[in-house]
């Protein structure tokens, strides 16, 4: 079996020092060898591993015969942001996990080269694109995240009047504010948001759903339906002592101010963050590798990760996990937060820890984490990130009571058509609960736009 | 995008924007807020909505150009727009029938009480104002709050204007002399609304501040506006701003909005030195 291609990556040693890319994509070259990797299955056990069923092998025999641009209109009749999912995509839970070349060997890198076709695609400029005039009912879409750029693109394609309203000054939800320049450059994203809008897709910004326009006004402007992709926009906290001290920031807080506000370009862009020398990041998913991995490159010298469970536990991507370990950030495992300790001036200068050990599964299926008496100790620290996962934003249920939700505060839907307690209205992605990736709220976005498709039709 | 229609001086550095924002307009209620951005490299900049005009779709900001990206907004002009604008945002003071209400205004606090002290006297209550400011020059709205209240005081730091001190003064022995006052509304810096609170505790009286700690999103998102009242966290941007001054945790907002001096002096110094380039 030919052995898997592996994208280049800019040097752990260069790398901490900017905000570019970490890893390269493939060459024209690299692409073809693994494309000629693919088994062409009958059976296509990788489409079933995605949550937007892109036709892989497909596109997949495009590549290999060098039509790029037939093979992004390929993944493209499925999925609107192929540059962005290339990149944050958990493949190897997924379609590639579903490869069969990964039964006994390494699977197809499938994401590498969705990644390659979609630059490819745009590096070719040549191409004129037509804006759509569509003519159908109106639809409106409630946050300009995955799952509302997903339901937003494959609606427009239907022939619906889209609009796309997004609280924030520019469109993307956590594509923009949430993850990091060097792991998903907001260039792509921007690019990927104007290939939806020249399918007629019309973006309004600075609209807050719930306070601006409420979803009565919607119905009065004519919109037919409307869909909600608010996502996690509430940050979860510890509930320790010290948590408002100066110097500590929820993962949200400090990913916007670096991203959405550009922090790093401080003082040319002026809003500004603390970083120090010494960080520490409570949490070990995929945000907190984000968080730890940004705090680093604005300049930190010691960066941790504070988990309560060990490595194997860690909710985030192991590519992930690995480039963290390559620009030597520290995994202090079985260690959890007790306490922050601060300084008279109200500045956080140690972060109290207690060290854990593994117990029997708790509900969640993993080793319940079980702190050990009189372990405690401190970390020297100058800012505390906290990361350990964020909620449904509760403006727009609070704003509008008949839209039904969970204690937890998630919107209620129907399983299968993604409608909630109010006709007409549909939800997907974070804030119904459950998904937590890219794509899978792309997969909500995706068979909610059926739903309203369907519901539109009747 | 949002249109600044009108634009005049209040006092020295301190500017009175009208806005085309005919959405938050709409919407608006004493208490709301938005977040303005200038341009592209420019911080999101709270603000009270210190008025509205629905029928001619209009707000009215109260910018005081203390910082860089203060400093920028004050330095459009009518007709210029401002790139971002979001609201209306927080939650609404509630307006209705009390009785005698005390609206204290320190500095800047005139903006966000002027429009409660409007709708509370149009709800049928008696409004007693005491405004303060460092000088008669630094005073800003003293025409539109005299026509909002029933009586109205004035504290100036050099007696130029009123008594000479500050307003909580005013406030002691206003309610040391009458029993009528069901609730007063106090706005201003942080350490005016804690000693304001001081007063008000000793007379056993509710009172409403209005917080502005650092905010980014405005939305609830990021965090950063977390405050303790009543021993819980809230955040300003969709629980407040407004809230049971008796109940917060001043202290801690002043440590807060005290995070970014050191990083503030940085920007200013960089603003001053683009200004001499320029």
Not at chain 1, 122 to 134: D, I, L, R, T, Y
Not at chain 1, 371 to 395: C, H, K, R
């Amino acid at each position: 079996m030919a052995k898997r291609q592996t994208m280049t990556k800019q040097s752990s040693e260069k790398r901490i020092n900017n905000f570019n890319e970490v890893a390269n994509g493939f060459t024209k070259e690299e692409a073809m060898l693994e494309a000629k990797r693919c088994l062409q299955c009958k059976n296509k056990p990788c489409v079933d591993g995605c949550p937007v069923e892109v036709p892989i092998p497909e596109f997949i025999d495009q590549v290999l015969e060098e039509d790029f641009s037939k093979a992004s209109d390929t993944i493209k009749a499925k999925n609107a942001l192929p540059a962005i999912c290339g990149r944050v995509c958990p493949q190897e839970e997924q379609c590639e996990a579903e490869c069969i070349l990964g039964k006994k060997g390494e699977p197809v890198a499938i994401g590498a080269l969705e990644r390659f076709v979609a630059d490819e695609e745009s590096n070719e400029k040549a191409k004129v694109k037509v804006s759509n005039k569509n003519s159908g009912a109106k639809v409106a879409i409630v946050g300009s995240g995955p799952s509302g750029l997903t339901a937003a693109a494959d609606l427009a394609k239907l022939g619906y009047q889209v609009t796309l309203f997004e609280a924030l000054s520019e469109p993307g939800g956590v594509l923009r504010y949430g993850i990091p320049e060097f792991r998903l450059p907001k260039s792509i994203v921007t690019e990927e948001i104007e290939h939806i809008k020249e399918l007629g897709v019309e973006v309004q910004a600075n609209v807050l759903i719930g306070s601006t326009l409420s979803i009565e006004d919607l119905w009065e402007k004519g919109y037919k339906a409307i869909f909600v992709g608010t996502g996690a926009g509430l940050p979860y906290f510890l509930s320790l002592p010290g948590e408002n001290l100066n110097g500590v920031y929820s993962s949200n807080e400090f990913l916007t101010r670096a991203n959405l506000m550009k922090a790093y370009k401080f003082p040319e862009y002026k809003t500004p963050i603390t970083v120090g020398d010494k960080v520490a990041v409570v949490g070990a998913g995929n945000v907190a590798m984000d968080s730890a991995r940004t705090a680093l490159r604005l300049g930190a010298e010691e960066v941790s990760i504070v988990y309560r469970r060990s490595r194997n536990e860690m909710p985030a991507r192991e590519e992930e996990i690995e480039n963290a370990e390559e620009e030597r950030i520290d995994l202090k495992l079985l260690r959890n937060p007790t306490r922050i300790i601060g300084n008279d001036e109200g500045w956080v200068e140690e972060l109290e820890c207690v060290k854990m050990e593994l117990g029997e599964p708790d509900s969640s299926g993993r080793p319940r984490p079980i702190p050990i008496e009189n372990s405690e100790f401190t970390i020297p620290v100058d800012v505390v990130i906290i990361a350990i996962g964020q909620g449904p934003n509760p403006l727009l249920p609070k704003k509008t009571p008949e839209l039904e939700t969970t204690k937890w505060d998630n919107i209620i839907v129907d399983d299968d058509t993604y409608q909630t307690s109010i006709s007409g209205v549909f939800a997907g992605g974070d804030v119904i609960g459950g998904s937590a990736t890219v794509i899978a709220a792309m997969g909500d976005g995706r068979q909610a736009a059926k739903s309203i498709h369907k519901y539109l039709q009747e | 995008m949002a249109k600044i229609l009108d634009k005049r001086d209040l006092a020295p550095e301190i500017d009175l924007f009208t806005i085309d924002a005919p959405l938050v307009a709409q919407k608006a209620q004493p208490g709301h807020f938005v977040i303005v951005r200038a341009s592209e490299t420019g911080e999101r900049i709270p603000l009270t909505i210190v008025d509205y005009n629905r029928d001619e779709g209009t707000i009215d900001l109260v910018i005081q150009a203390v910082g860089c990206s203060t400093i920028e907004l004050c330095n459009l002009e009518q007709g210029d727009e401002f790139l971002d604008l979001l609201g209306p945002l927080g939650e609404p003071i509630e307006i209705k029938e009390i009785g005698t209400v005390v609206c204290v205004a320190g500095g800047l606090g005139v903006a966000p009480v002027y429009p409660k002290a409007k709708y509370l006297k149009e709800a049928g209550n008696k409004i007693i104002s005491i405004v303060g400011a460092q000088t008669e020059e630094m005073l800003i709205m003293k025409d539109e709050m005299e026509e909002v209240s029933d009586e109205i005081y004035f504290a100036t730091d050099d007696g130029t204007l009123g008594e000479k001190g500050f307003v909580t003064n005013i406030l002691d022995s206003l309610l040391d002399e009458r029993d009528e006052v069901d609730e007063v509304v106090a706005v201003g810096p942080a350490v005016m609304m804690k000693a304001a609170c001081e007063v008000t505790t000793e007379y056993d009286i509710d009172t409403i501040v209005s917080l502005n700690p650092i905010m980014i999103d405005g939305t609830g998102m990021c965090g950063g506006c977390r405050v303790t009242v009543d021993g819980e966290r809230l955040f300003a941007c969709v629980d407040g701003p407004a809230f049971d001054g008796h109940a917060v945790d001043f202290e801690e907002l002043m440590m807060r909005q005290s995070h970014y001096e050191d990083e503030e002096e940085e920007a200013e110094h960089k603003c001053n030195l683009d200004r001499e380039v320029e």
